[in-house]
């Protein structure tokens, strides 16, 4: 089938799958003419910590509508990759944030927890909406701030480490109540979730606990914000977070081991990931050469092995891959300029248990009594283009969790 006849045949079916999903949502309630999406990242809140402290907003927000034992993150399961891969439906190595500290090759720009979306190399679920003639609005989401080839969302706030996390729910609030013309059909926030406590007091914390307890309050009064807008305002909430968290005890310095002659082999850490970046053959081989000096455990791979073994093989990879094993962190994660070991740390292999995340849905679409047993950070965004009618990412590597099938 020729190119532009196999685009429309995909789109149609995808059309089909969506109108399935809707007609089959059971219960009393109507099928929304323009329901607005929602979704709320908590960042670092790991899949168990609303169940082991039976928080009764994502408890009651489990019963009213879908669940998921875990949310899987993309590798890396670090914060910037992650979230690019919830708004994109597209892993680190194609969306081009294939890190919190990277290099591209072909600029020489160094990324280093950048807040520009000119960043990401596919188009992000904001752009879609807009570019569909529906309104989006973005807060504080990693890498959304600018144009992306041209288009922004109609509402955006950047990050502001000074704004709690209550300013974000008022913000999302009053969108909503704004009248249909002006009314956002899509709106993506970040929230703190349990990140910092759980890098600075592990994950077994009473600061985790208590980072939760303000999440849970949070999604208390988003909630009640949301019922208030009554049956005329229908909302898809979907809560999601970027990764979980494990415990670490011991920091590995990459820098002493490799042996470096100015700029380059550049070394971009990211947590317990390193990128290695060489621009010669002799530069290569000495990099190789020093990884045996390595402590043991830790995975060294060439991106060609990191493609095969994780799909990490993107143009903005390292040229060598390193990753540590859980419990372990390389040591530029920075604390306040103390060398102090962190207590808590991600970015691992993302099928470790510790490493998954969260996924709550309510609303028109997300009837109550579903418990899926694993979602992927790459679902959410073909997910949300299914409830708001839009065709999928061009490129999305994940599923649409309305499209029916287990
Ligand atoms: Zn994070």
Redo the contacts with the bound molecule.
């Keep these: 089938m020729a190119g532009p006849f196999r685009r429309v045949a995909r789109f149609l079916a995808w059309a089909l799958a969506c109108a399935q999903a809707t007609t089959a949502a059971p219960g009393p309630r109507p099928v929304p003419a323009a329901p607005a999406v929602v979704l709320i990242t908590m ?2 809140v790991r899949w168990d910590y609303p169940l082991r402290d039976a928080l009764p907003a994502f408890s009651s927000m489990g019963s009213a509508g879908w669940t998921a034992r875990r949310l899987t993150p993309p590798f890396p399961s ?3 990759p ?2 690019t891969t919830l708004a994109t439906g597209v892993s680190p190595a194609r969306n081009g944030i294939v890190a919190n500290s990277f290099l591209d090759r072909a600029s020489n720009r160094r990324f280093s927890d950048e807040r520009e979306g000119s960043w990401i190399e596919v188009p992000p679920l904001w752009v879609l909406a807009e570019r569909a003639g529906l309104k989006a609005a973005v807060r504080s989401w990693p890498c959304s701030q600018g144009a992306w080839n041209g288009t922004s969302p109609s509402f955006f706030r950047g990050y502001d480490g000074d704004a709690r996390d209550g300013e974000t729910v008022s913000w999302i609030l009053d969108l909503l109540r704004r009248p249909a013309p002006d009314r956002p059909r899509l709106i993506m926030a970040w929230t703190r ?1 349990a ?1 910092h406590a759980g890098h600075e007091e592990g994950p077994s914390s009473e600061g985790v606990r208590r980072a939760m307890r303000a999440s849970d309050k949070l999604l208390s009064e988003l909630r009640a914000g949301i019922a208030a807008l009554g049956p005329s305002a229908p909302v898809d909430l979907i809560v999601v ?3 979980g968290m494990t415990k670490v005890d011991r920091m590995v310095d990459v820098v002493k081991v490799i042996p470096k002659e100015g700029y380059f082999p550049y070394i971009a850490t990211s947590g317990p990931l390193c990128n290695i970046y060489v621009k010669t053959e002799a530069q290569r081989r000495a990099v190789a050469a020093s990884l045996s000096r390595l402590p043991g455990g830790i995975l060294s791979m060439t991106r060609a092995e990191a493609g095969r073994r994780f799909g990490y093989d993107g143009d903005r990879t390292g040229d060598f891959v390193l990753l540590c094993p859980s419990g372990a962190t390389f040591a530029s994660f920075h604390r306040k300029g103390d060398r102090d070991v962190p207590r808590g740390m ?1 970015g691992y292999d993302p099928s470790l248990p510790d490493m998954g995340g969260i996924f709550y849905a309510e609303g028109p679409q997300f009837p109550p009594g579903k418990t899926l047993a694993e979602v992927r950070a790459a679902d959410i965004a073909p997910t949300v283009c299914c409830v708001l009618r839009i065709p999928p990412p061009p490129s999305a590597e994940g599923r649409n969790l309305l499209d029916g099938s287990p």
């Design positions: 960042d670092g670090l914060t910037f992650s979230h979730g990140d977070s970027d990764h991600h």
